[in-house]
């Protein structure tokens, strides 16, 4: 079934990012809309359990409390249209397309905003296919989102400190963690934050809660191990062993860690500039001072702008706020350039701790070597193999695509991209973009798409 | 310099397909391609092999439908060259020619319908007239709607993404030479021959063929030639893989829809759905940027495709995408020797997947001297009027 909102402004995310924009451009009579994948507004980062779950202690350590407070304020507002449980799958100027449980629903707004966030990195290795073997970043959804533990003996292996943070969490909902694998050396980790000491200063906090987590895993007893790299993921119906450089681990689920990268599959539909993101590759979309992406109407913010945490993604929400305001004539450029200042020196110092902790998790030299037939692209199945041997003949992403199938699978080259373009460079071939971005950004029902017969 | 008999600029199916008969015949070939292989339309489209006279033709009046109706005379012939490609190249093309439905839901669609067959049947192709009850016994997926259909029993489709590399490949290995990432940027005449010019190229060719898709205009502009080529952005859609259920080739009489099951499973839904050409700055169209959707040629397809096969609504759309080809403005394909320079040949404007094969086989024998007569149709002879003042 097919439905049409009008508003002012079309806010797409409601994370830390979303909020702010929100919080920002509340009070002066706008129509907003804000569309989140998930039902009730948090975000990745708050993945709210259900509103009739009662849970005990929820994200209780004290990294979270700036941003649960930011979250109190954004609900307590009286003037948004919250669309929950609904998917961007379609963007243009002044135009997206989201679909829900009731079907398609048209939003048309005179400003966009993307918050869309990031996701998690997929890694192909030996046997990462098994059922058991998942992103961190969804292990900590489940336990978030629904106190659910993914299996009684996790491994969480990669090279980013978040890992200790998720370990941590399994910890304390009362799972059980095989084992703390980081692929890179202690020593890497700590010359590149004395690097940048005053970066690392700054974010006190942050730097707590991975001792906070430190410590917690320490009384429970979890090996943590560095220098210790991925090889092969070993199960047959699933994984029930990985083995590493420093011999086998057993398990019965495995969390990869290796980094975050933007989701970026709306602004690259809408045509925006992107810019290369982090080490662990993705595509950032690019923006001017109040937020404005390349395409008129339509800016972005959060992660989707390059992965740097919460807290830079509130502060360039709320630049992002004060840019839509200034575009739509509710406050005068020299109000947007007042208020823009404490947005845009938060930005700037969470993206230079983001800078550090990249430089800290940078994966690129710690990546495990997929064998020939390890598959490469999830939805169509395309592996190693067939991949390079192509590698020779095409110049570009699309064209990889177009002779191995490579993404062209449902999650549209979203899991498969980085890897594509990480063999294209070691082959010697560095594309200046990705595969061209296709409606939808997830599968839809035809049905959903059609007005009733 | 380089010297070559024949320079090719395109490397679409077209391109490589005549690549590979030249070379097979002797001749020494290059051909320059700006991308990769089979970036453009040729890998792009939604690879029907459709030998009924096409909806486009048959409505806007008799004369153009008459003009239609000659084209069924190559496409006896495409029928061949696509049942005995791959055993010539020794590869799997994903080859279905299991037959294809054109189908009319309105009384109006049937006569529209009978008077089709009755054109094609004049010119030599054989369709059956089906009832609407007769269609859904072949065809049970056909929505209780459909009041008949015209069968053709050779259409079918094949892979897009197969057929272009394979040519290439075939040509490679009879001695031509591929050059991809190669941007023409002159062509001149001197002392007969054509001389190419671009990143890495100087090349001296006897003849010149440009193969390249929308892109021919701007390459036959480089040697002060008009041709009357306009581009044209195609919606298609890609549905998740279903179990077989479509060995047809589905298309209907009186609305835009092509409708068919890939070897691997998708279904693919397209008809002739417009999405909107970029624009560069100075205005006219950019081919190089991202065409856009146009979200009521995305209802307009969909809901064709409910209406024909119910069934699509129980699958979930995974990919659109936006393919560009070219249309001449009498709608039929400019194949053939440029009058106004010797020398100089052209292969674009549309239809060039199911004839495609046809056309580099014919142009090959006519290129190396051999009578290609049923090209005649298809030659640019009929725009030599536009040029009378370039060259």
Not at chain 1, 197 to 222: F, N, Q, S, Y
Not at chain 2, 177 to 205: D, K, M, Y
Not at chain 2, 251 to 268: D, E, F, I, P, Y
């Amino acid at each position: 079934m097919a439905d049409r909102i009008e508003c002012d402004v079309a806010i797409i995310g409601g994370g830390p990012a979303g909020q702010a924009a929100a919080l920002a451009l509340s009070g002066h009579g706008l129509s907003i809309v804000v569309i989140d994948e998930q039902p009730r507004p948090g975000g990745q980062i708050l993945r709210q359990p259900p509103a009739r779950f009662a849970v005990r202690g929820w994200l209780e350590e004290r990294s979270y409390r700036p941003l649960k407070q930011l979250l109190g304020r954004f609900q307590a507002l009286d003037d948004i249209h919250w669309l929950g449980s609904h998917s961007v799958i379609g963007l243009q100027r002044g135009s997206v397309m989201a679909m829900g449980p009731e079907g398609v629903t048209t939003v048309t707004a005179r400003h966009i905003l993307i918050a869309a966030g990031c996701h998690d990195l997929a890694v192909p290795l030996p046997g990462w296919t098994l059922p058991g073997v998942y992103a961190a970043g969804g292990i900590q959804a489940f336990i978030k989102g629904q106190q659910l533990l993914v299996g009684n003996r996790i491994l969480v292996a990669g090279t980013h400190p978040l890992q200790l943070i998720i370990a941590a969490q399994i910890v304390a909902a009362g799972g059980s963690v095989a084992a703390v694998l980081f692929a890179q050396p202690r020593s890497a980790m700590v010359a590149a934050l004395a690097r940048h000491p005053l970066a690392a200063l700054r974010r006190v906090p942050d730097l707590l809660a991975t001792a906070a987590a430190l410590r917690a895993l320490a009384r429970a007893g979890t090996p943590i191990h560095f220098g210790t790299s991925l090889e092969a993921l070993i199960g047959t119906d699933r994984v029930s062993a990985a083995q590493t450089s420093a011999g086998t681990i057993n398990c019965d689920a495995v969390g990869l860690c290796y980094g975050f990268v933007p989701q970026s599959a709306l602004p690259r539909m809408a045509g925006a500039q992107m810019r290369p993101s982090g080490p662990a590759g993705g595509w950032a979309c690019g923006h001017d001072d109040f937020m404005r992406t390349s395409v008129p109407g339509v800016s972005a913010a959060g992660e989707t702008t390059g992965v740097a945490g919460a807290a830079a993604a509130a502060a360039g929400g709320a630049l992002a706020g004060i840019g839509i305001a200034l575009d739509l004539g509710l406050i005068s450029l020299e109000a947007a350039e007042h208020a823009a200042r404490t947005p845009r020196r938060d930005l700037a110092q969470h993206r230079a701790f983001a800078a550090l902790l990249d430089a800290v998790a940078d994966p690129r030299a710690y990546f495990p070597a997929p064998s020939a037939d390890t598959i490469i692209c999830r939805c169509e199945d395309v592996e190693q193999a067939t991949i390079a041997a192509e590698l020779p003949v095409c110049q570009s992403a699309n064209a990889v695509k177009l002779a191995t199938r490579c993404g062209m699978g449902a999650c549209q080259g979203r899991n498969c991209e980085p890897s594509l373009l990480r063999m294209m460079a070691k082959a010697g071939n560095v594309p200046e973009t990705g595969f061209t971005p296709r409606f939808p950004a997830r599968p839809v029902s035809i049905a959903d798409l059609l007005p009733p017969q | 310099m380089e010297r070559a008999d024949v320079a090719i600029i395109g490397g679409g199916l077209v391109g490589c397909a005549t690549a590979w008969r030249l070379a097979r015949k002797g001749a020494s070939v290059v051909l320059i391609e700006a991308g990769d292989i089979n970036a453009g339309a040729s890998g792009q489209n939604a690879g029907s092999l459709h030998f009924q006279i096409e909806r486009r033709f048959l409505e806007n009046g008799d004369a153009l439908a008459e003009q239609g109706a000659q084209i069924v005379a190559l496409s006896r012939h495409a029928v061949i060259d696509w049942r005995t490609i791959e055993r010539e190249l020794e590869t799997d093309l994903h080859v279905a020619m299991h037959g294809g439905l054109m189908v009319a839901e309105t009384a109006e669609q049937v006569a529209l319908l009978e008077a089709k067959a009755a054109r094609e049947s004049r010119e030599g192709l054989t369709v059956r007239t089906l009832d609407g009850d007769e269609a859904r016994a072949m065809a049970p997926y056909l929505s209780s709607g459909i009041l008949a259909a015209n069968f053709s029993a050779d259409e079918g489709h094949a892979d897009p993404r197969a057929i272009t590399p394979a040519l290439a490949e075939a040509a490679r290995g009879e001695g031509a030479q591929v050059r991809t990432g190669t941007h023409v940027r002159a062509i001149t005449r001197e002392n007969g021959r054509f001389v190419i010019r671009g990143n890495g190229l100087a090349l001296s060719a006897d003849q010149l063929l440009v193969a390249a898709g929308a892109w021919s205009a701007d390459v036959c502009a480089l040697i002060n030639i008009h041709m009357p080529i306009y581009p044209v952005a195609l919606l298609m859609n890609a549905t998740e893989r279903a179990p077989p259920i479509i060995p047809h080739l589905v298309q209907h009489v009186g609305r835009r829809l092509s409708l068919k099951q890939t070897h691997a499973g998708n279904l693919l839904i397209g008809g002739g759905w417009p999405s909107r050409l970029a624009q560069t700055l100075h205005g006219g169209f950019d081919l190089s940027a991202k065409a856009q959707m146009i979200p009521e040629s995305l209802t307009g397809n969909l809901l064709a495709a409910r209406d024909v096969v119910p069934g699509v609504t129980r699958l979930n759309l995974i990919r659109s995408w936006t393919g560009v080809t070219a249309i001449t403005s009498d709608q039929l394909p400019i194949v053939g020797p440029v009058p106004r320079m010797p020398g100089l040949w052209v292969a674009a404007g549309g239809s060039a997947f199911t004839l495609g094969l046809t056309f580099a086989r014919l142009m090959a024998d006519a290129m190396t001297g051999d009578e290609a007569d049923e090209l005649s149709l298809l030659s640019p002879a009929r725009f030599e009027h536009l040029n009378g003042f370039m060259g």
